[in-house]
């Protein structure tokens, strides 16, 4: 070994402790680079040195304490021998648990909650230690007492005279500060004195007190603590006294009438302002009352005092026993009635019974409602009624005086004439009628009436037909026909009969030159005749006779006739050269 040379490899392992591989390798590269330089020999070199856990040294893993050996290639290409002198130092974990109020400090770091908080540190031998804590953190608690007390109020050894606001600054159970907030009202209790005076006795606040005195009593105020009462009592008695009278019909006490004997009872105030019971033995004596009812004429005298209107009176007498008997007279006067009256009668006059048949003066002497005389003078004017007889002729019916009279014959109404009686008119009446009614015989209309006068006339035109004064008449048209029959000085007007079938229709002649169509159809027709156009018409009936269309002259041999009516059968009548053709139509 070169002993004295620094840089051989076996002084400097002597002197060099390597921690870590690194180092380890630079003094390899060191040694290598120091060997090449020298002449090829074996080298041998020693190294000591420590790790954690454990330690590599050219590529080769250790993990416990103990003495190796390495052969390497020295600069030179020789062998170089190294031994090892290795002590492996342990790295350490710690688990530990903790609990604290409101924080906790562990090696500079500060923890405000509860949990599992890992640190990694170095141990005495320069290793890693691995400290896991498990920390629960407990909290100070805040709270805050409202209170109310009477005078004082303890909480916690510590005694309050005055409302206010207190903070107090305990342990909980945790171990941890508690503030306690104390939000106190102090309420006052009170001493009262009372002077009372009362009759018999005093209730107060449930105690009875019948005798006078001081007392006291403890009560709760309206702030609910205690007060105490002084009472200064004095108590005033009652008195009971009771009254024997005998009186007549009543007797009257402080303001109180009674009618009949018995013992009553009264409460009043004595001179002590107290209750006073006053006790009434009454004996109570009749007086007599005697009713009399009087029913007179004018006046009545009843113990020489005269009355001469109706009312209830009163006399009053002493009777037997020393008490007024009573005497109501219940009297009526009905009065004597005189009357007088003048009067107007129409033949006569009845008055009570007695009939009047002339003009005077008269006097009745009667009994009133009262049963008193009624003396009745009166003047009476007698009137006398008239009549009357008139005839009259009237057509149909005739109306007189508001009266409507239809049958012939002899009728009476009674109507007040300019005295006021009656005037009896006598009516002779005789009415004519005219039977207006029509028999249609065939295509031939007969007037009911017999020797009458007779016009017929077209009702679709409202013309009188010329020459049509018989009683009977046959339509040569279709159409509505009626009579006027004049009968005496009567004249009335028949109802409108349908006549659809004239006699004189349908001349082969015409129907030959008459063509329509379309038939049936939907209410456009056209009308084609065929021959000469001088004096042509046409005009269009439904089946009870009514004049649809009314006659319309033709100017053209081709004509459209337009229906506007409901479908059904219609009739077209068709009038040229005096004939007439009528033909059925449909309408769909």
């Keep these: 070994m070169e002993e004295g040379n620094l840089n051989s490899p076996s002084n400097l392992f002597r002197t060099i402790g390597f921690a870590s591989k690194g180092l380890l390798l630079l003094v390899m590269c060191f040694l290598f680079q120091t060997q090449a330089k020298a002449q090829c020999t074996d080298t041998y070199d020693t190294l000591t040195t420590n790790g954690c856990d454990t330690l590599t040294i050219n590529n080769s893993l250790y993990s416990s304490t103990g003495t190796y050996q390495q052969i390497l290639p020295n600069a030179g290409g020789c062998d170089s021998f190294l031994t090892i002198n290795l002590t492996i130092l342990q790295s350490s974990d710690t688990m530990f648990s903790a609990t604290t109020c409101d ?9 405000f909650t509860s949990g599992t908080y890992g640190q990694t540190l170095v141990n005495q031998m320069g290793c890693d230690s691995l400290i896991t804590l498990n920390l629960t953190i407990l909290n ?10 009477c005078d004082t109020f303890r909480l916690n050894d510590s005694t309050y005279t005055l409302s206010g606001m207190y903070v107090q600054m305990r342990k909980n159970m945790a171990g941890c500060d508690s503030i306690i907030n104390l939000d106190l009202t102090i309420l006052n209790s009170n001493d009262t004195i009372i002077s009372q005076t009362a009759c018999d006795e005093f209730i107060y606040y449930g105690s009875t007190y019948k005798t006078s005195g001081t007392y006291n009593q403890t009560i709760m105020n309206a702030a609910g603590c205690d007060s105490n009462v002084v009472l200064n009592l004095t108590i005033l008695n009652s008195s009971d006294s009771t009254i024997i009278e005998t009186a007549c019909d009543s007797y009257r006490l402080n303001d109180s009438i009674y009618n009949m004997s018995g013992t009553y009872t009264q409460m009043l105030m004595n001179a002590n302002g107290c209750d006073s019971t006053l006790t009434l033995d009454l004996t109570i004596l009749k007086g007599s009352d005697t009713l009399i009812s009087i029913t007179t004429c004018d006046s009545f005298q009843f113990n020489a005092i005269t009355y001469t209107s109706s009312g209830i009176y009163l006399q009053n007498k002493t009777n037997s026993i020393g008490c007024d008997s009573v005497i109501m007279l ?7 009635s005189m009357l007088s009256f003048t009067t107007t009668a129409c033949d006569t006059f009845l008055l009570n019974g007695t009939i009047y048949t002339t003009t005077g003066a008269y006097t009745q002497v009667l009994r009133n409602n009262g049963g008193c005389d009624s003396t009745i ?4 004017t007698i009137n006398q009624p008239s009549s009357r ?4 002729r009237a057509c149909d019916s005739l109306t007189f005086n508001n009266m ?3 049958q012939t014959g002899t009728y009476e109404q009674r109507l007040n004439n300019a005295n006021g009686c009656d005037s009896i008119l006598t009516l002779t009446i005789i009415i004519d009628k005219v039977n207006n009614a029509i028999t249609k015989n065939g295509n031939t209309l007969v007037s009911n009436e017999t020797g009458a006068t007779y016009q017929w006339l077209n009702c679709d035109t409202e013309v009188k037909i010329n020459g049509a004064i018989q009683a009977t008449f046959t339509p040569t048209v279709a159409g509505r026909y009626a009579v006027i029959v004049s009968k005496g000085n009567c004249t009335d007007t028949s109802e409108c009969i349908i006549m659809v079938s004239p006699t004189s229709v349908n001349p082969q002649s015409l129907v030959n030159n008459v063509q329509v169509y379309p038939n049936p159809s939907q209410g456009i ?3 084609i005749v065929n021959g000469t156009l001088e004096n042509s018409s046409y005009r269009l009936l439904d089946l009870t006779g009514r004049v649809v269309i009314s006659s319309t002259e033709i100017n053209a041999k081709k004509t459209t006739i337009s229906l506007d009516e409901a479908n059904g059968i219609y009739y077209l009548e068709v009038s ?11 309408k769909n």
């Design 404 to 406: 409507t009279y239809r």
């Design 389 to 392: 007889t008139i005839s009259s």
């Design 330 to 336: 219940d009297l009526t006067i009905n009065k004597s």
């Design 103 to 111: 924080s906790f400090n562990l090696n500079g770091n500060t923890y």
């Design 140 to 149: 100070l608690t805040d709270t805050t007492i409202v209170q109310s007390a």
């Design 525 to 527: 027709i056209t009308l």
């Design 377 to 380: 003078t009166f003047y009476v």
């Design 576 to 586: 040229t050269m005096g004939t007439v053709s009528r033909t059925k139509l449909i």
